[in-house]
C-alpha cells in the first residue's frame, strides 16, 4: 500500500530581505497540516502560501531543519533551497556569550525558552508589569 501524502508541497528558503528569517511557500490542494506543523515549529502565516519565521537568536535554519524533518515525517513533501542548505550546515559560535559552559544544544534550549517568552509578550499572552535590577540579575513580574 502507497504511503499516504497531505497533498501539500512545502518549500523553504532564505526570506529576501531578511537574512537571518526562513521562508515557507505551501502549495498543494490540501496545504491545513503541513501548515499547522510549520505554525508549531514558529513560523507565522502572512497570506494563504506564505509563512515566515523570524527568531531572535537568529537561530531560524536550525529550526527550519526540525520543522522540514517533522513534515518529512509525516510524508509532506519539503523542499529546502540550496541557500537555506548552506545555512542550516554553516558553522556558528556566538560571541561573547554569557555561559561559556553551555554546549551548543545547551545554548539553543536556553535561546529557545528565551523566543517563548518573547512570543508570548509579543502576542499578548505575557504582560510585563514591572522588572527591577536584583544586584547582578534582572527580575520581571508579569501575568
Given at each position: 500500500?502507497?504511503?499516504?501524502?497531505?497533498?501539500?508541497?512545502?518549500?523553504?528558503?532564505?526570506?529576501?530581505?531578511?537574512?537571518?528569517?526562513?521562508?515557507?511557500?505551501?502549495?498543494?490542494?490540501?496545504?491545513?497540516?503541513?501548515?499547522?506543523?510549520?505554525?508549531?515549529?514558529?513560523?507565522?502565516?502572512?497570506?494563504?502560501?506564505?509563512?515566515?519565521?523570524?527568531?531572535?537568536?537568529?537561530?531560524e535554519p536550525?529550526w527550519a531543519?526540525?520543522?522540514?524533518?517533522?513534515?518529512?515525517?509525516?510524508?509532506?513533501?519539503?523542499?529546502?533551497?540550496p541557500r537555506?542548505?548552506?545555512?542550516?550546515?554553516?558553522?556558528?559560535?556566538?560571541?561573547?556569550?554569557?555561559?561559556?559552559?553551555?554546549?551548543?544544544?545547551?545554548?539553543?534550549?536556553?535561546?529557545?525558552?528565551?523566543?517563548?517568552?518573547?512570543?508570548?509578550?509579543?502576542?499578548?499572552?505575557?504582560?510585563?508589569?514591572?522588572?527591577?535590577?536584583?544586584?547582578?540579575?534582572?527580575?520581571?513580574?508579569?501575568?
Open positions: 500500500m502507497p504511503t499516504p501524502t497531505t497533498d501539500a508541497h512545502v518549500r523553504l528558503d532564505i526570506h529576501p530581505t531578511h537574512p537571518s528569517a526562513v521562508t515557507a511557500t505551501v502549495t498543494g490542494p490540501r496545504p491545513h497540516v503541513a501548515r499547522a506543523l510549520l505554525t508549531a515549529y514558529g513560523f507565522e502565516a502572512t497570506n494563504e502560501h506564505t509563512l515566515v519565521m523570524a527568531r531572535i537568536d537568529h537561530e536550525y531543519e526540525k520543522a522540514a524533518q517533522a513534515m518529512t515525517a509525516d510524508h509532506i513533501t519539503t523542499e529546502i533551497s537555506l542548505r548552506e545555512a542550516i550546515d554553516e558553522e556558528w559560535t556566538w560571541a561573547n556569550y554569557p555561559m561559556p559552559w553551555c554546549s551548543r544544544e545547551e545554548i539553543r534550549e536556553v535561546s529557545n525558552e528565551a523566543q517563548k517568552v518573547h512570543d508570548d509578550i509579543r502576542h499578548g499572552r505575557l504582560i510585563i508589569h514591572a522588572h527591577a535590577d536584583d544586584s547582578s540579575i534582572v527580575v520581571a513580574v508579569g501575568t
